[in-house]
Nanobody
Framework: QVQLVESGGGLVQPGGSLRLSCAVSASFFIINAIGWFRQPPGKERDLFAAICRNGSTNYADSVKSRFTISRDNAKNKVYLQMNSLKPEDTAVYYC???????????????WGQGTQVTVSS
């Protein structure tokens, strides 16, 4: 059983920044990948960033150049630095344990509880 806990969400003005954290109860040496998902109001939950065991990262076009995913192996934490935030980034943000296979991210049933990010003036 792997537990994940997100933190760092909040209300921010357009153009502002936030840093989300995801604390993972398992070592990254046994986890293939960690993904960040977000679910805007009334919409589906979608993957937009992920970091693999080897440190490689992937981003959706909508966040590329604005968001950066990183990890601290010693603390078993994954971070999401979000800059130049836009109102359309408003969503509940979740981290997930997953794995990549043939270039595709597959999520598992291990999710955090989510953290709300609201971008509004």
């Amino acid at each position: 059983q792997v537990q994940l806990v997100e933190s760092g969400g909040g209300l921010v003005q357009p153009g502002g920044s936030l840093r989300l954290s995801c604390a993972v109860s398992a070592s990254f040496f046994i986890i293939n990948a960690i993904g960040w998902f977000r679910q805007p109001p009334g919409k589906e939950r979608d993957l937009f960033a992920a970091i693999c065991r080897n440190g490689s990262t992937n981003y959706a076009d909508s966040v590329k150049s604005r968001f950066t995913i990183s990890r601290d192996n010693a603390k078993n934490k994954v971070y999401l630095q979000m800059n130049s935030l836009k109102p359309e980034d408003t969503a509940v943000y979740y981290c997930n344990v997953g794995r990549y296979y043939s270039g595709t991210y597959y999520s598992t049933n291990y999710w955090g509880q989510g953290t709300q990010v609201t971008v509004s003036s």
